[in-house]
């Protein structure tokens, strides 16, 4: 029975543990120290990514605005060509055949198909 009594004790004993006993693997103002470290890198990081979303939004906007002026332009252009070719009718010409019109036309279709299909290639962001 004095056995049991006395590792009772000893665990009690082990137990009550006086604060100047206490070692700490690290100090509070250590873990403070890292992690005031930590925070300061990811607002780094925030800020950063937020500098990059606002200028693809502004990029974005830019970029279907002036997508929208080509569409336009090229629009007129067309209608330009269409009135070659019924100036070239009305004397009898095939206006398909005037020099440089295949390209002009082959160019502007091209121009037209980009800025329609260029707007969905950088969508909007909220």
């Not at 502004?58 to 002026?69: A, F």
């Given at each position: 029975m004095s056995k049991i009594v006395s590792i009772e004790k000893s665990t009690e004993l082990s137990k009550e543990v006086s604060p100047e006993k206490v070692e700490l693997a690290r100090k509070p103002a250590s873990i403070l120290s890292e992690a005031n470290k930590l925070d300061s890198k990811l607002r780094g990081m925030e800020s950063k990514i937020e500098k990059a979303?606002?200028?693809?939004?502004?990029?974005?906007?830019?970029?279907?605005?002036?997508?929208?002026?080509?569409?336009?332009?090229?629009?007129?252009?067309?209608?330009?060509?269409?009135?070659?070719?019924?100036?070239?009718?009305?004397?009898?010409?095939?206006?398909?055949q005037i020099d440089g019109y295949s390209k002009a036309a082959d160019l502007v279709t091209m121009l037209q198909r980009i800025a329609s299909d260029g707007k969905k290639l950088y969508p909007p962001v909220k």
């Open positions: 979303y606002l200028n693809y939004k502004q990029s974005q906007k830019e970029w279907v605005s002036k997508l929208s002026d080509i569409e336009q332009d090229s629009d007129r252009l067309e209608d330009d060509l269409v009135k070659i070719l019924d100036a070239a009718q009305e004397i009898g010409v095939d206006g398909r």
